[in-house]
């Protein structure tokens, strides 16, 4: 009886052990002179980078900057081994009674890799759980070292960091372009150790005390009955809540405005919320704000993209970070903060500072930029780093202080709460994303997944077997000293301060200080969510609530739920609109934005090419469409590779659209020169009823549209005036282009959209 398994492993022997091919050998095996067999493989090269891609290599999960190649393979030596080190013979059988006969209970390597793989999942967040992540460094300009002695806000010190977005209702696996908040949390790696600034993209929050958490995420999550729908605030239980909560107002329509679907990770802002307590080296204090600004500017997507977006691309924003990252277009925000005056009152010109539903505008206290964070290197490994990692607002070091807002004094406890269960024990500040730069020396010793081995047998304090070590630092030694903030005399009681019952006026600021073309964003949002919602009364206490922001804004949402529009129950509130929180007005670089070229083999190559290469140089990426995939002009000596076809491209994938139009027909007719060009000819284009989608879209959604060369007519086939606004038509190639980033700057025509003409009011 020959057993199959040892027939396996012999030859295994025999291969490695010739030393011949450089191939381990097992020490203390005999060599052979049998062949070397085809199992287990020698190991071969890193796949090369993809075209155009190359980028830094990413820094190791510790963030300490050792460059580990982006394609390094999942193993490292060339035999498979179990978890135990035993090299394995193979892992594509289960050891059975005979070929054809049942599977042994004793076959333990089946076993392992099983049990391993029913045990791969850990629970996702249970807020923030879609999210993705990226390594980056962080440089200090000093600006802040008069209000605090946080090392890492000294001038030019860097920082390694390691920075998570997130969308906060949907589950892992949900699309990234929803209409929801958007969180934006930075590791700090500092040297004093580990800073997390845990923010969103949205300054102000749904409720003003921790205790209301679960009753927020509870209805916005999806109906516990039918679980559905996936990661949407359009529905019956949170509207419910924030109409019954009206201290959900304010942020409400921040989630109804553009903010609420951005066009990318890269171009978001992110608060803080909270105000923060910074303390300087002289022990004094000012209260502040964090804002981070991204250099790229505030962009977003229309909700008919975001929505096809969610079906063509669902990890769009995922995608758009890693891919930016990886081509060296590394995103950019420079921090920035708003301070006040730590006064008793802890309010500023009127505005209560710990409630978390109001922001101070910027006209009466500008955001004064601190540093900036880069970031510039993907993950290696998604579930060690961007999953594994654990934020907390309490990760703070000196310098920087909390303050008595309710909601994040819940906060405080809720991270390290949930971590626990989620990264299953007490000890994640082990796993190699979560570790301090900084040395640590704590007394936490033991419990589940304890990866240190810790020596000696005094971890307590007071010691005298360690010689009392480890001492305690006072502020002197860089200790964290707590403030020692005066607590008001005060009952014990369930209230919120008087200020905090203000739901409106804020929310009146914002719609104030909305563009016309954003109100009408507004309003289509609304109309579409409580158009999405059942019960009758959950509607019309919404328009109760839309009367005390603005009539107008409460009648266009009434006739589109063709209801009648109540009057406001009260005066409304008359705040001063703050224009920094319009997303329109500026100009802002095109750097990292996608343009599509539409193409095929009537195209003139040179002028393509020539184009393509502006288009690098200006720091943008250019993908080329055609009817179909491969290589135009694969018979000449340069060929371009086309990166999508009309199957695989979507408009929205796009900032702006090119037309590479074919040169001017001179007598021929097109028909003539499209049978020349063969069949994946220019009336490929001109015909195609994908590539008419595509332009009408492109058009609907307001991106700028250019083209050369018969692209007039290619145009006129999708119903597009060539003079229409944001459409160039040339017959200078370049000049095109050089049109069509100059309307990139503004994000989009937003002439294109209509507007009703009485709402600039
Ligand atoms: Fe969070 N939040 N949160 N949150 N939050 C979590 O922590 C919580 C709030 C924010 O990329 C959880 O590790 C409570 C405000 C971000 O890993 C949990 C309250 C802001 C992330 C939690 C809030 C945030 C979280 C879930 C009300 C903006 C993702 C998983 C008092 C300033 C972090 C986890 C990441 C994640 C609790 C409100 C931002 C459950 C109780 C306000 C960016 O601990």
């Known amino acids: 009886e020959t057993n199959p398994l040892k027939a396996v492993a012999d030859k295994v022997a025999d291969a490695v052990g010739d030393g011949k091919g450089g191939k381990p050998s097992i020490p203390g095996r005999p060599s052979s002179a049998t062949p070397p067999v085809e199992e287990p493989t020698e190991p071969h090269g890193p796949l090369p980078p993809k075209p155009d891609q190359e980028g830094p290599g990413p820094y190791s999960p510790t963030g300490q900057h050792t460059k580990v190649p982006p394609t390094a393979r999942a193993q490292s030596g060339a035999y498979l081994t179990s978890a135990q080190g035993l090299r394995l013979p193979d892992s594509d ?29 850990i629970p996702e967040r249970v807020v923030h759980a879609r999210g993705a992540a990226a390594h980056g460094v962080f440089r200090g300009y000093g600006t802040a070292s008069a209000v605090t002695k946080a090392a890492f806000l000294g001038k030019d010190v860097e920082t390694p960091v390691f920075t998570r977005f997130s969308t906060v209702l949907g589950s892992r696996g949900s699309a990234d372009t929803v209409r929801d908040t958007r969180g934006f949390a930075t590791k700090f790696y500092t040297s004093e150790g580990v800073f997390d600034l845990v923010g969103n993209n949205i300054p102000v929050f749904f409720i003003q005390d921790a205790i209301k ?24 239980t949170f509207w419910d809540f924030v109409s019954l909560h009206t ?9 109804m405005s553009d903010r609420a679907i951005p066009r990318s990770y890269r171009m978001m802002e992110g608060f803080g919320i909270h105000t923060f307590r910074l303390v300087n080296e002289a022990g004094e204090t000012t209260l502040v704000k964090f804002h981070w600004k991204p250099k790229a500017g505030v962009h977003s997507l229309v909700w008919e993209e975001a929505q096809l977006v969610a079906g063509a691309d669902p990890d769009f924003h995922r995608r758009d970070l890693a891919d930016a990252i990886e081509a060296g277009a590394h995103p950019q925000w420079e921090l920035g903060i708003q301070t006040f005056p730590d006064t ?51 990760h703070l070091v000196p310098g920087i202080d909390i303050t008595d807002d309710p909601l994040l004094s819940g906060r405080l406890f809720s991270y390290l709460d949930t971590q626990i269960s989620r990264l299953g024990g007490p000890n994640f500040a082990q796993l190699p994303i979560n570790r301090p730069h900084a040395p640590v020396n704590d007394m936490l010793r033991d419990g589940m997944h304890q990866t240190a081995v810790h020596g000696g047998v005094a971890p307590y304090k007071p010691n005298s077997l360690d010689g009392g070590c480890p001492f305690f630092a006072g502020a002197a030694e860089g200790g964290y000293v707590e403030t020692p903030v005066q607590v008001p005399a005060a009952r014990k009681v369930r209230e919120a301060p008087a200020s905090f019952a203000d739901h409106f006026s804020q929310a009146r600021l914002f719609w104030l200080s909305m563009t016309p073309v954003e109100r009408e964003h507004i309003i289509a949002a609304y109309s579409f969510e409580l158009g999405k919602v059942y019960e009758q009364s959950i509607k019309e206490r919404n328009l109760r609530v839309l009367a005390r922001i603005d009539p107008y804004l409460c009648e266009q949402v009434a006739a589109a739920l063709g209801l009648p529009a109540p009057d406001p129950a009260e005066p409304l509130a008359g705040p001063q609109p703050s224009p920094a929180l319009s997303q329109l007005g500026q100009t802002w670089p095109a750097d990292g934005r996608i343009i599509g070229i539409v193409a095929d083999d009537s195209t003139d190559l040179g002028t393509l090419r020539q184009v393509r290469q502006a288009v690098l140089d200006g720091g ?13 002009g694969a018979d000449g000596a340069d060929p371009l590779p086309v990166q999508r076809t009309f199957a695989t491209a979507r408009s929205v994938e796009f900032d702006a659209l090119l037309l590479a139009g074919t040169p001017a027909p001179g007598k021929d007719d097109y ?36 083209g050369w060369g018969d692209a007039a007519e290619v145009l006129g086939k999708a119903g597009i005036p060539a003079d229409a606004p944001g459409v160039v038509v040339g017959t200078d190639a370049t000049a095109v282009l050089g049109e069509v980033v100059g309307l990139l700057g503004r994000h989009r025509v937003w002439d294109r959209f209509p507007t009703a003409a009485d709402l600039t009011a």
């Open 93 to 121: 059988h289960s050891l059975k009674a005979g070929p054809r006969g049942p599977v042994l209970l004793q076959d333990h390597h089946l076993r392992e890799k099983i049990t391993h793989f029913d045990h791969e999942r």
């Open 213 to 236: 958490f679960p009753d927020i995420i509870h209805a916005g999550k999806p109906h516990p009955d039918r679980e559905i729908p996936q990661a949407q605030s359009a529905h019956d």
């Open 247 to 255: 201290e959900a107002t304010h942020h409400t329509l921040w989630n």
């Open 344 to 394: 008793p009152e802890q309010t500023f010109e009127g505005i209560d500072l710990l409630d978390p539903t109001k922001i101070v505008p910027e006209e009466l206290a500008p955001v004064q930029p601190i540093g900036l964070l880069t970031l510039n290197a993907n993950p290696v490994n998604f579930f060690a780093e961007t999953e594994q990692v654990a934020f907390h607002p309490g």
């Open 620 to 632: 943008m990426v250019p993908l080329i469409i055609a009817p179909a995939g491969g290589l135009l």
């Open 671 to 706: 028909a003539a020169r499209d049978a020349k060009a063969g069949i994946a000819s220019a009336a490929a284009a001109r015909t195609d009823s994908r590539a008419v989608l595509m332009l009408t879209e492109v058009y609907r959604h307001a991106k700028a549209i250019g």
